[in-house]
């Protein structure tokens, strides 16, 4: 079993400064991570 662990809470300030970076920001880590999951197994 593959455990990914993210966490929006903790970029919650982030969210409130600048929502369109922030989002970008979180989507770009989600594929960041699944790119190393597909690579990796």
Do not use: E, G, H, W
């Not at 409130?16 to 880590?29: E, F, I, M, P, S």
């Amino acid at each position: 079993m593959i455990y990914c662990t993210f966490s929006v809470s903790d970029r919650s300030l982030d969210y409130q400064k600048n929502r369109r970076q922030a989002v970008a920001n979180l989507t770009q880590d989600l594929q960041t991570a699944l790119d190393s999951l597909i690579i990796r197994y």
